[in-house]
């Protein structure tokens, strides 16, 4: 079994930013696809990113923006999401999501986290 704890949410106004950390455990963490995704009130769990298990790549559904970057510290068994110029809308429950394959795709992930909460105030 691998544990995922996400942290660092919290309550910040548009246009700051946060950085999320996934912990695991019980596993060789290095192994495995992780990926970030959301569930904004009254919507489905939707991707936001995801990273290899070395980190030599990653994708984003917000590339063109560049607004939210995945990066991963094996050593630490931890994986990060760096968010900048927040808006409203990206308010959801944050979770981390470890795999064998690098998708968008919800169900290609074994293991998750329990979530963190992200609030934007305008």
């Known amino acids: 079994q691998l544990q995922l704890i996400e942290s660092g949410g919290g309550l910040v106004q548009a246009r700051g930013s946060l950085r999320l950390s996934c912990a695991a455990s019980?596993?060789?963490?290095?192994?495995?696809?992780v990926g970030w995704f959301r569930r904004a009130p009254g919507k489905d769990r939707e991707f936001v990113a995801s990273i290899s298990p070395s980190g030599e790549s990653t994708y984003s559904a917000d590339s063109e923006t560049g607004r939210f970057t995945i990066s991963r510290d094996n050593a630490k068994n931890t994986v990060y999401l760096q968010m900048n110029l927040l808006k409203p809308e990206d308010t959801a429950v944050y979770y981390c999501?470890?795999?064998?394959?690098?998708?968008?795709?919800?169900?290609?992930?074994?293991?998750w986290g329990r979530g963190t909460q992200v609030t934007i105030s305008s």
């Open positions: 999501a470890a795999g064998y394959i690098s998708t968008t795709g919800i169900n290609t992930y074994s293991y």
């Open positions: 019980g596993r060789t963490f290095s192994m495995f696809v």
